[in-house]
């Protein structure tokens, strides 16, 4: 049902990590992987062993990987451009963004392991706990931006029952639907990101949806800054599934 990143391709010698920034290290793996970037395995080990190293430091979210200071006053920008500026917003984000990525990276060390199983075991029991104390929550965790992250975590297969909680949050995506092929509560670019890498009855409906609207940005003059030229790649792949 969910697919994940499309296969990477092409050859990249370019330093990923950013000492300052988690949010910055993410993006960049986030970028090499959209992009189809063949990564080498220093480029990849090296990355991965600068993300576990932030599990367990202070301000962490469930036990996940802890911001930066950085991180934390600038907020977080997802791939797609959209801003969460709260601390607790930016470090759950930015803690199933770094899950995600030690998936992707696909490092097979002790401490890169551990500390990756340690934070799955942390949002598991958040999520967990929520579900529990509202069933029908099931799919969606805190606010739009957060649920979607979520989603990105387990498209890659993080999480326990990851079909299950992608089934029932896109069939909430369908409620939270404007009348301008949009929805509520969502930041929009980035669930597309999200929509683009899953599959299935549910999210077919939820592209086609927004086919419309997204041929009309098409049409658009494209802009040459970084959120344009992802908002747009992220369009021209939607439509392309549907």
């Known amino acids: 049902m969910s697919t994940g990143p499309a296969p990477t391709k ?3 010698t370019k330093l990923l990590v950013n000492p300052a920034s988690l949010g910055g290290t993410l993006d960049n793996v986030s970028a ?3 992009e189809g970037q063949l990564l080498t395995h220093t480029q990849r080990a090296e990355t991965a062993r600068w993300i576990a190293k932030r599990h367990g430091e202070p301000r962490a979210y ?3 990987f802890a911001p930066t200071a950085v991180d934390f006053r600038q907020g977080v920008r997802v791939f797609t451009g959209e ?3 709260s601390a607790v917003g930016t470090a759950h984000i930015l803690g199933e963004e770094a899950c995600r990525a030690l998936i992707l990276l696909e490092i097979s060390e002790s401490a890169v392991l551990n500390a990756l199983e340690e934070a799955e075991q942390g949002i598991r029991k958040r999520v967990e706990e929520s ?3 509202n069933p029908d929550s099931m799919g969606w965790y805190c606010c739009g931006t957060c649920s979607i992250s979520l989603w990105r ?3 890659v297969g993080g999480v326990n029952w990851s079909e299950k909680r992608l089934v029932a949050g896109q069939k909430k995506l369908k409620a939270y639907r404007t009348d301008k092929g949009k929805w509520k509560r969502v930041p929009y670019w980035y669930t597309l990101l999200a929509l683009s890498e899953m599959d299935g ?4 409906e939820e592209r086609r949806f927004a086919a419309p609207g997204l041929e009309r940005y098409l049409k658009r003059k494209a802009k040459a800054d970084r959120n344009n030229k992802r908002r747009r790649a992220v369009a021209e792949r939607v439509l392309a599934l549907c």
Not at 201 to 204: G, N
């Open 10 to 12: 092409k050859n990249t």
């Open 32 to 34: 090499a992987f959209f």
């Open 62 to 64: 469930a036990d996940m």
């Open 83 to 85: 801003v969460t500026k």
């Open 131 to 133: 579900e529990e104390q």
């Open 153 to 155: 975590h387990l498209i």
């Open 201 to 204: 009855p549910a999210v077919r």
